[in-house]
């Protein structure tokens, strides 16, 4: 469901971005400096907004594509209590602290930070596993 709406969302943004420019373009051609300013900040805002939607999407294939080498049985259960939660995300963070360069033991630690409901610390730990899953040397000497 995740990625159509994203297909779908890219493509309003680019409906959005034409539309953006050419505006921001008009007014750049006005005769006013406050026009002029106006159109660099309309095309600027959107192009900003663009690289921060890229990035969300790039990091959520990212993310999915390592959800599909990750083995099962390494995972939370799908019902659990909130202790059984806190112990699964304590044993994880130990995990990684023994195997920092483990790509495995960050998507756990991110998966253990979902569950307890911590979403900053899950995101910051997902991107670190993406990351060592993307560097090749890394990836390697932890498998």
């Known amino acids: 469901m995740a990625k159509?709406?994203?297909f779908l969302m890219t493509v309003?943004?680019?409906?959005?971005?034409?539309f953006s420019v050419s505006r921001g373009?008009?007014?750049?051609?006005s005769e006013s400096s406050p026009a002029k300013i106006?159109?660099?900040a309309v095309i600027l805002i959107p192009v900003?907004?663009?690289y921060l939607v890229y990035r969300e999407i790039r990091f959520g294939f990212a993310t999915a594509r390592i959800a599909?080498?990750?083995?099962?049985?390494?995972?939370p259960m799908k019902i659990a209590t909130d202790e059984e939660?806190?112990?699964y995300l304590l044993a994880a963070v130990e995990n990684a602290k023994l195997t920092p360069e483990s790509w495995v033991a960050w998507y756990q630690v991110a998966l253990g930070y979902h569950i307890t409901g911590d979403r900053k610390h899950a995101r910051e730990s997902m991107r670190h596993a993406v990351a060592l899953q993307s560097d090749p040397q890394i990836a390697a000497k932890a498998e």
């Open 68 to 75: 599909k080498l990750v083995d099962p049985d390494l995972l």
């Open 85 to 87: 939660n806190e112990a």
């Open 38 to 40: 106006l159109g660099v």
């Open 4 to 6: 159509p709406i994203a």
């Open 25 to 29: 373009l008009v007014l750049i051609a």
């Open 12 to 18: 309003l943004l680019s409906v959005y971005m034409a």
């Open 48 to 50: 900003l907004g663009s």
